[in-house]
Nanobody, 119 residues
Framework: QVHLVESGGGLVQAGGSLRLSCVAS????????MGWYRQAVGKQRESVAL???????DYADSAKGRFTISRDNAMNIVYLRMNILKPEDTAVYLC?????????????WGQGTQVTVSS
């Protein structure tokens, strides 16, 4: 099992910055991919940024140039630095982990942290 604890959300003005953190506790699993999704009110959950255990990153078009994902493999922590935030970035941001256990790949989700960007 993998347990995820997120932090770093909050209220910020447009143009501001936030950094999200997610710590994964993976006692019997090998984490492969970590990342962030978000879900705004009335919208579907969407991928924001992902990073593999080899450091390969993938960003949503809306995040490119403004957000940076990074990862501490030793500590199983993933970060999302968000700059030049816009009101449309307002959403619940959920930590995502894909980990191998028992020969299979399992997906885990954090409970989410609210990011609100005021105009």
């Amino acid at each position: 099992q993998v347990h995820l604890v997120e932090s770093g959300g909050g209220l910020v003005q447009a143009g501001g910055s936030l950094r999200l953190s997610c710590v994964a506790s993976a006692n019997d699993s090998s984490i492969v991919t970590m990342g962030w999704y978000r879900q705004a009110v009335g919208k579907q959950r969407e991928s924001v940024a992902l990073i593999s255990n080899g450091g390969r990153t993938d960003y949503a078009d809306s995040a490119k140039g403004r957000f940076t994902i990074s990862r501490d493999n030793a500590m199983n922590i993933v970060y999302l630095r968000m700059n030049i935030l816009k009101p449309e970035d307002t959403a619940v941001y959920l930590c995502y982990v894909a980990a191998r256990r028992g020969g299979g790949l399992h997906v885990y989700w954090g409970q989410g942290t609210q990011v609100t960007v005021s105009s």
